[in-house]
């Protein structure tokens, strides 16, 4: 398309807009900015939201298209008022904008206002944001963020802004939540798109969205809208709350214009990784091996196993190229001897130099793409911007491994809990096609035990030996928090920080620089102060430091699932050997509760030996994700945790 002709398709785009606005414009509600009605101020909250911090009175999106410095461009407007009910909502105040810039092309801030009302005396006190609370902030080469801040917030406050974007990039339109964390009263959002532009929409949620569509003189008008809205509260095991906001996207399909070529943007895979196999810092860098050859010869001479030299390269790749805490799934640079020699990459960089040593040493290796937990769940149809992160996958025979060269203390089967997101693309450029694979491995199950044998003095002092032994996901843990600690004396002052009356007296790790071993932590030690005593009983919670004090799970009702990330198992096994002048008086009884298809346990034993006393209190997490439906299942096991942990050990004195 000429820049006449795109001008012409533009102006005839535009020109339609006006009757195109005239018959819709009476469909959406109107909030006119700075017209406070008084009552507003005596909004409430209450019901399941009766604790929210603050509500959003309502939240207007408008979206349309006009002509910008590169062709059509894309114009968001969006006006929201909130009620701040308490001090905990006085964040609304602080509103933040991304936007993108290079080479000219980009995200821009048309126009931004805001102000905050206050009642006083009864007349209302309209504060306006100022231009010294107005911030920008350059993130790196390409995004700046826009900070504003509004003043003389108060309990009891109702604020507002609004703001107006163009974005020169149409291809994906800036999605519109409907849901936010706190409760909202009215919701709406209108699209108009021009006829010869098609997107194809992707809603997600449960809130009730009311939709209506139709098709007008110059293209369509969309329109929708939600009532009382309840705040989604953040809960555990989750990947990012956002996956579960309801909301709407649009994606460009296909562009028709009139004497012109039609343009046709819905990928397929197989489109989707030719492109990749094409792209210089992706396919391209894979494909260059002189480097790759150099490297190889000299880490695998004379090995002939194919476990080991896997091995071998995974452990030169991570410990080699230092990640710079940047994920990506193109590089930074457009050859492997370049990362290699700045000894410092992205996830891409570092996990796409592996894969091409990889394949150097003759091992069977794939890229494969993936969205991170914070990121949310990949849509599912043909989109690559949807990722942001590659790994490795090698076969060996008929085992599947997974590689993630990003950190020191990942192993081969071990990749980052980023992205544990439960399904990657793995993409296969010999035939040009790419498939999704699984990432959950729920026969691997992560362990922590903890093993305590103590005895207990007449002082009520307990003295004796502890050992922690991790693996998995726990034992990645707990590495990166001695190794992030300054020395192991404040590794260990931060372990007794939440632990009132443990001494240690020795302390020593093994296996810390050898993730493929389990972690195994042992401790001298003494605890006082945690047997309580009244009159000739005492009293001791077996558990100590260890125990589940609340349950994780808060909801009444939960609609979304459940996502521990992989399997886990908590084991707690503790011998007390007590004095001879002390007689069990009372004692938890043993208890066993199992969720249907054993997908979730709870097991507490306790024994007694002339005068030594032992327990045993196990939670096993056999599998990653737990169905909404499954939710209540799994809320009152842990209710039945926290009950049984709880109870106590009652000595009598004779």
């Not at 700046?144 to 003389?152: E, H, Q, S």
């Not at 974005?167 to 409760?183: A, H, N, T, V």
């Not at 990949?378 to 090698?394: C, E, I, K, R």
């Not at 096993?620 to 926290?642: C, Q």
Request: charged share 25%.
């Amino acid at each position: 398309m000429t820049k006449s002709t795109a001008l012409l398709f533009c102006l005839l785009v535009l020109g339609s807009y006006a009757s195109y606005a005239q018959k819709t414009e009476a469909k959406p509600k109107v909030f006119k900015y700075g017209k406070v009605d008084p009552k507003e101020f005596d909004t409430k909250v209450s019901g399941p939201d009766s604790a929210a911090s603050a509500i959003a009175l309502f939240d207007i999106g408008k979206g349309y298209f006009e002509y910008g410095n590169k062709g059509m461009a894309f114009v968001f407007e969006c006006h929201t008022r909130f009620k701040i009910i308490n001090k905990n909502g006085y964040d609304r105040a602080n509103f933040e904008l991304q936007l993108y810039q290079h080479n000219g092309v980009g995200t821009t801030l048309m126009s931004m206002d805001g102000a905050t009302y206050n009642m006083e005396n009864g007349q209302m006190v309209i504060s306006k944001i100022g231009k010294d609370a107005k911030f920008s902030e350059k993130q790196d080469r390409y995004y700046t963020l826009k900070k504003f801040t509004l003043p003389n917030v108060k309990e009891g406050s109702i604020i507002e802004y609004k703001y107006k974007i163009k974005s020169d990039y149409i291809f994906q339109l800036r999605p519109w939540f409907f849901q936010r964390d706190i409760p909202t009263v009215f919701s709406e959002y209108s699209l108009s798109i021009p006829e010869f532009y098609r997107y194809r929409s992707s809603p997600g949620g449960f809130v009730n969205i009311h939709p209506y569509n139709e098709a007008v003189n110059g293209g369509t008008f969309y329109h929708y809208y939600a009532s009382n809205v309840p705040g989604l509260k953040n809960e555990n095991f989750v990947t990012t709350m956002d996956d579960y906001k309801s909301k709407i996207s649009f994606e460009l399909s296909s562009i028709t214009v009139p004497g012109q070529v039609y343009q046709d943007f819905s990928s397929s895979w197989p489109k989707a990784v030719k492109s990749l196999k094409e792209e210089t810092n992706f396919g391209q860098f894979i494909a260059k091996t002189s480097y790759h050859k150099t490297v190889v010869s000299g880490i695998t001479k004379g090995i002939e196993n194919p476990d080991t030299t896997l091995l071998l390269i995974f452990n030169h790749v991570k410990n080699n190229i230092k990640w710079n805490k940047e994920m990506s799934y193109y590089t930074s640079e457009t050859n492997p001897k370049s990362i290699f020699e700045k000894k410092t990459g992205s996830s891409a960089d570092i996990n796409l130099c592996l894969l091409g040593l990889l394949k150097e040493a003759k091992i069977e290796a794939y890229p494969v793409l993936l969205s991170t937990r914070s990121n949310g769940s990949h849509p599912g149809f043909p989109v690559l911007t949807a990722f942001d992160n590659v790994v490795v996958l090698a076969k060996i025979g008929e085992r599947n491994i997974l590689l993630d060269a990003t950190d020191k203390n990942h192993r081969p089967g071990l990749i980052a809990y980023e992205n544990l997101n439960h399904q990657g693309l793995m993409i296969d450029f010999a035939l040009e096609n790419a498939q999704w694979i699984g990432m959950d491995d729920d026969s691997n199950i992560s362990r922590k035990n903890y093993t305590y044998s103590l005895k207990l003095d007449e002082e009520n002092k307990l003295t004796g030996n502890g050992f922690i032994a991790s693996t998995g996901y726990e034992a990645l843990k707990r590495r990166a928090e001695y190794l992030s600690a300054t020395n192991e004396a404040d590794f260990l002052k931060s372990y007794k920080s939440d632990k009132p009356g443990l001494n240690i007296l020795k302390y020593a790790i093994n296996n810390l620089n050898s993730p493929e071993e389990n972690l195994v932590e042992s401790l001298e030690l003494s605890i006082e102060d945690n047997v309580e005593e009244a009159g000739n009983l005492a009293y001791f919670t077996p558990l100590l430091f260890e125990r589940t004090k609340e349950n994780p799970f808060r909801l009444e009702e939960r609609k979304f699932p459940v996502d521990f990330a992989y399997p886990q198992e908590e084991n707690y096994r503790i011998t007390v050997e007590f004095p001879k002048g002390y007689v069990i008086d009372k004692m938890p009884k043993n208890e066993k509760i199992i969720l249907p298809g054993e997908r979730a346990s709870f097991t507490f034993l306790s024994a007694v030996e002339g005068n030594r006393l032992m327990l045993n209190s196990k939670i096993a997490i056999k599998t990653s994700v737990f169905s909404s439906e499954e939710y209540h299942e799994l809320k009152e096991l842990f209710m039945n945790v926290v009950r049984k942990q709880a109870e106590q050990i009652v000595f009598k004195k004779s």
